[in-house]
């Protein structure tokens, strides 16, 4: 997606340890327009497909996704992040691995907003190793509901979690897809 | 607001020890069209305030004050929950105090992303003790930002929060402000 792309080169920022900063327009100050475009190009994509629940993970997949489900016209759940190891059993739990903070951590849902009539788009800011995406894939699992596809806004497509999950049957529509970046300016993008 | 009110009484569930669980539709499920609803209303009530920013705090918030930011045509930013003491010195920082989990956390907000020039609406799901809220005022604060006033979807009136934040001088427009609740079904809005 043009407008994504362009976005990424003016204004996203690599760091060192192949860190993308987008928290000018994406995950921290969040630009509703860009959002509401990237939305758009999902609902051309996925249209239709009869989804009817989008599913994120807090907390930056949460204003994408909500943008997501006016355009769809359909509800949101995110699945929560949680330490607590026993609350009641009324959630299905999996555990996410975070590359970047180099810890693991448990998400949860609730057992009554996921089941199987549900046909789901799950939506996330970024695609790396996958692990986000695989939780949630996870969680639909277990609630019997089918997902239908995944739309990513910005997929490093030199890390494995896209091709893994392509090779697992999960349709994905990354609205980026890097295939190299480094300090010194050079982004290519995958057309 | 009558349509949050009706919602609230059909759908909202009282717990014990005080907790108003609003799940299914505000704050783990989300409603956008709900959320649209009650973005209209804040944008009737501060329409001509030149508001060009919302600023909210992860997580629940945030699907809220994006769909506000839409028809408000603006960005949004959130304000992030953090253990760490110690990061880079390019943001704003201050303690909110949980009382639902009886703990402390800091919230911090980049510098980059809040400043002198900023005319602010503040967005969150709940207030109650007002600490969330009076957090995101002292980050406005540091920051030099204006606040122009907060839209708050459920205001649990009974506790001191609201009461203590507008005799500081802040406007809050609370879509629903409840007089008491209890377990056995007795709700009562102040209209």
């Known amino acids: 997606?043009?407008?994504?792309?362009?976005?990424?080169?003016?204004?996203?920022?690599?760091?060192?340890?192949?860190?993308?900063?987008?928290?000018s327009f994406l995950n921290h100050q969040m630009d509703v327009s860009l959002f509401?475009?990237?939305?758009?190009?999902w609902y051309r994509l996925y249209a239709d497909c009869g989804i009817n629940k989008i599913l994120t993970i807090e907390a930056s997949g949460i204003?994408?996704?909500?943008?997501?489900?006016?355009?769809?016209?359909?509800?949101?759940?995110?699945?929560?992040?949680?330490?607590?190891r026993?609350?009641?059993?009324?959630?299905?739990?999996?555990?996410?691995?975070?590359?970047?903070?180099?810890?693991?951590?448990d998400v949860i849902v609730s057992k009554r907003f996921l089941g199987p009539g549900d046909r789901l788009l799950l939506v996330d800011d970024f695609l790396a190793n996958g692990a986000a995406l695989s939780g949630l894939m996870d969680l639909s699992d277990m609630a019997g509901a089918q997902v239908i596809g995944a739309g990513i806004a910005i997929e490093k497509a030199y890390q494995p979690g896209g091709r893994l999950l392509r090779e697992r049957g999960l349709r994905i529509e990354s609205l980026a897809r890097i295939a190299r970046m480094d300090e010194n300016g050079t982004m290519e993008f995958i057309s």
């Open 1 to 23: 997606m043009r407008m994504l792309e362009e976005r990424i080169l003016r204004d996203g920022i690599v760091m060192e340890k192949d860190v993308l900063k987008v928290d």
């Open 63 to 84: 204003g994408i996704a909500c943008i997501t489900a006016l355009v769809f016209q359909c509800p949101v759940v995110f699945a929560k992040k949680t330490k607590t």
């Open 36 to 41: 509401r475009a990237m939305a758009e190009e």
């Open 86 to 105: 026993n609350i009641a059993g009324d959630v299905y739990r999996t555990q996410v691995q975070s590359f970047t903070h180099n810890t693991c951590y």
